[in-house]
């Protein structure tokens, strides 16, 4: 996960009722202003797998989730956004689904949020398109995998296939104007502020 520097809370979350049904604001304009702020901060990938989220697609997710913690509901440090995880494989809607997730469920002292700047050296992407703990708490780092499903066969089809057409690209003596291009093109925002999927991985074939 690339660690995400925050923006300003929308000034409307300070308004929202505390027993607001969850359901009832996401038909609120509010909803909106929070769902373009975590877009624009993520430059448009999934705050955990870093897929590309779709303008239409993805949501508001709860970090700690709501069940656990009421209170932080509209707490913006608490809002993040994921991608739909597929069939329910991984991410947001994996993460808290007991019919789904029957290994892990929310532990606050094992659980790492992609803000925090030591998240990012947790897990290490792999040219196979594994995930694996990295890292002085392998422990942690292992619980996070599981309890996002990161190491979904989706998932690690999905980087392979990445990690492959980068590796095609590069060539065994890589050009470095051919380096240079692809670092700018797949390491840094594009014109509408969005980044390519799996940042983390292509920084590590890019940048090793």
């Given at each position: 996960m690339r660690t995400i520097t925050r923006n300003a809370p929308p000034a409307c979350l300070a308004g929202q009722p505390a027993n607001q049904d969850?359901?009832?604001f996401m038909q609120n304009p509010c909803h909106g202003e929070v769902d373009r702020s975590?877009?624009?901060?993520?430059?448009?990938?999934?705050?955990?797998?870093?897929l590309e989220v779709a303008d239409n697609?993805?949501?508001?997710e709860h970090l700690e989730p709501r069940s656990r913690n009421p209170a932080r509901t509209y707490d913006y440090g608490n809002l993040a956004m994921s991608c739909?995880?597929?069939?329910v494989e991984h991410c947001g809607h994996y993460k808290d689904n007991s019919g789904k997730n029957r290994h892990h469920?929310?532990?606050?002292?094992r659980f790492s949020a992609p803000h925090d700047a030591?998240?990012?050296g947790m897990v290490q992407y792999l040219l196979d398109g594994g995930v694996a703990p990295a890292g002085?708490?392998?422990?942690?780092a292992t619980y996070l995998i599981g309890y996002l499903g990161l190491d979904c066969p989706s998932l690690t089809e999905r980087r392979h296939k990445h990690a492959r057409d980068l590796i095609d690209t590069l060539g065994e003596q890589p050009d470095p104007d051919i380096v240079a291009w692809l670092r700018n093109d797949y390491l840094k925002p594009d014109a509408n502020g969005r980044l390519k999927q799996?940042?983390?991985l292509s920084k590590a074939i890019l940048e090793p």
């Open positions: 969850w359901y009832a975590l877009r624009q901060e993520q430059h448009g990938l999934c705050c955990y797998c870093e697609d993805g949501h508001v739909n995880g597929g069939a469920a929310w532990d606050s002292a030591a998240t990012v002085p708490d392998p422990a942690r799996f940042h983390s």
